[in-house]
């Protein structure tokens, strides 16, 4: 008795069957690959139109429930996947959601990739990315060439090219949808996600002063990120709270990278006044500081305490455990891809990701501890 073939079995069996004489006994030989199911091959097994196959595809209303569950059975059969640029280039619209970023710090774009793939994952979109350099002469018409090749549904702009101006006014003019993260408000509501960075570096500069630490110093990322000028204005605030103030020899500029606080860190240890503490505008720039510290054969937070900003995984991972400024970057990607894309998306969002901002909070770890009389 022989069973039924599925769909799937049937459609396989059509295109990997050649006709000819009748069947012969062969040496074996290498399976061919199988050829990927197109929607032409949906359309002839569900015997309906392309388009009707379409229609189903992109969620319209316009198909009947029988017809729709049968070529949904079809497609779920084959393993039918669309194309992603090939439904841009059907319907006008595209699936695609990019990601434009010039971070030196790698874990940042992995947890903002990471958000917003929580977030569009089950939706029919798709992430790609633009990695670029906003000093590079090329960069504003490599952004245009992106867009305009990938037929973007929208885009999501992380510090610090979510600050340049000249692009923002490139994607409006492309009207190119589009949410911009950054650590102030700089732009109506609907198309921002603030992060509110200077809040969270004042909590940094209380919580040393509390300490009893009284030199302090700050090493801050690069001028080109607002994030660097927004993190040193909220550490100078939270000192001036304190009645302090920051040295102008203890006050160095970083570049959001390990190495550059591993440079930072060995000028501030060779100082004839040397800092009890030390605030970062990151945990790559305040894992560097503490390679430098130990370098002295000083101890971190028993000698001299160090705090950073982010709470990557890097900062739980260190030893001694890094005290750190928590800034949510996952949640940060998520509710930009929820402002950016809203009804595209078939799932109901957490309800973190309905605001529009997010607050860092310090995380206190052993890095840090009181000043030795």
Same mark, same amino acid.
């Given at each position: 008795?022989?069973?039924?073939?599925?769909?799937?079995?049937?459609?396989?069996?059509?295109?990997?069957?050649?006709?000819?004489?009748?069947?012969?006994?062969?040496?074996?030989?290498?399976?061919?690959?199988?050829?990927?199911?197109?929607?032409?091959?949906?359309?002839?097994?569900?015997?309906?139109?392309?388009?009707?196959?379409?229609?189903?595809?992109?969620?319209?209303?316009?198909?009947?429930?029988?017809?729709?569950?049968?070529?949904?059975?079809?497609?779920?059969?084959?393993?039918?996947?669309?194309?992603?640029?090939?439904?841009?280039?059907?319907?006008?619209?595209?699936?695609?959601?990019?990601?434009?970023?010039?971070?030196?710090?790698?874990?940042?774009?992995?947890?903002?990739?990471?958000?917003?793939?929580?977030?569009?994952?089950?939706?029919?979109?798709?992430?790609?990315?633009?990695?670029?350099?906003?000093?590079?002469?090329?960069?504003?018409?490599?952004?245009?060439?992106?867009?305009?090749?990938?037929?973007?549904?929208?885009?999501?702009?992380?510090?610090?090219?979510?600050?340049?101006?000249?692009?923002?006014?490139?994607?409006?003019?492309?009207?190119?949808?589009?949410?911009?993260?950054?650590?102030?408000?700089?732009?109506?509501?609907?198309?921002?996600?603030?992060?509110?960075?200077?809040?969270?570096?004042?909590?940094?500069?209380?919580?040393? !002063? $509390? &300490?009893?630490?009284?030199?302090?110093?700050?090493?801050? *990322?690069?001028? +080109? @990120?607002? /994030?660097?000028?927004?993190?040193?204005?909220?550490?100078?605030?939270?000192?001036?709270? !304190? $009645? &302090?103030?920051?040295?102008?020899?203890?006050?160095?500029? *970083?570049?959001? +990278? @390990?190495? /550059?606080?591993?440079?930072?860190?060995?000028?501030?240890?060779?100082?004839?006044?040397?800092?009890?503490?030390?605030?970062?505008?990151?945990?790559?720039?305040?894992?560097?500081?503490?390679?430098?510290?130990?370098?002295?054969?000083?101890?971190?937070?028993?000698?001299?305490?160090?705090?950073?900003?982010?709470?990557?995984?890097?900062?739980?991972?260190?030893?001694?455990?890094?005290?750190?400024?928590?800034?949510?970057?996952?949640?940060?990607?998520?509710?930009?891809?929820?402002?950016?894309?809203?009804?595209?998306?078939?799932?109901?969002?957490?309800?973190?990701?309905?605001?529009?901002?997010?607050?860092?909070?310090?995380?206190?770890?052993?890095?840090?501890?009181?000043?030795?009389?």
């Amino acid at each position: 008795m022989t069973g039924c073939l599925s769909r799937a079995q049937a459609w396989d069996m059509k295109k990997t069957t050649k006709p000819g004489p009748a069947m012969k006994a062969a040496t074996p030989q290498a399976s061919e690959p199988r050829r990927r199911p197109t929607i032409n091959d949906v359309a002839r097994l569900a015997n309906v139109s392309k388009k009707t196959v379409s229609r189903v595809i992109n969620q319209s209303p316009f198909v009947n429930t029988e017809t729709r569950e049968r070529i949904e059975a079809v497609i779920k059969d084959l393993g039918y996947a669309p194309d992603p640029v090939a439904r841009g280039l059907a319907s006008r619209r595209s699936y695609l959601v990019g990601l434009i970023y010039d971070n030196p710090n790698p874990q940042h774009v992995i947890d903002t990739q990471q958000g917003i793939l929580d977030i569009i994952r089950g939706s029919g979109l798709e992430l790609v990315v633009h990695p670029c350099n906003r000093r590079d002469r090329d960069f504003l018409p490599g952004v245009r060439g992106f867009i305009e090749r990938q037929k973007l549904a929208g885009v999501i702009l992380p510090s610090s090219v979510s600050e340049d101006e000249e692009l923002v006014a490139m994607l409006r003019e492309s009207d190119t949808p589009y949410v911009r993260i950054a650590s102030v408000l700089l732009d109506r509501e609907e198309n921002s996600i603030v992060t509110h960075d200077r809040e969270g570096a004042r909590q940094a500069a209380e919580h040393l !002063a $509390g &300490l009893g630490h009284r030199v302090i110093a700050h090493v801050s *990322g690069p001028d +080109t @990120f607002r /994030s660097s000028h927004e993190r040193r204005a909220g550490f100078l605030e939270g000192l001036k709270a !304190a $009645g &302090l103030s920051l040295d102008r020899k203890l006050d160095l500029r *970083g570049a959001y +990278t @390990f190495e /550059s606080g591993v440079d930072a860190g060995r000028k501030l240890m060779g100082q004839a006044m040397k800092p009890t503490a030390v605030f970062c505008g990151n945990d790559e720039m305040a894992a560097g500081v503490c390679q430098a510290i130990r370098e002295t054969g000083l101890d971190i937070g028993k000698h001299v305490s160090v705090v950073g900003f982010d709470d990557s995984p890097l900062a739980s991972r260190m030893w001694p455990a890094l005290t750190t400024v928590l800034l949510p970057v996952k949640a940060t990607g998520r509710m930009a891809s929820v402002r950016l894309l809203g009804e595209r998306l078939t799932k109901e969002p957490l309800d973190e990701d309905r605001l529009g901002e997010v607050r860092p909070r310090l995380v206190v770890r052993s890095s840090t501890g009181p000043v030795k009389a």
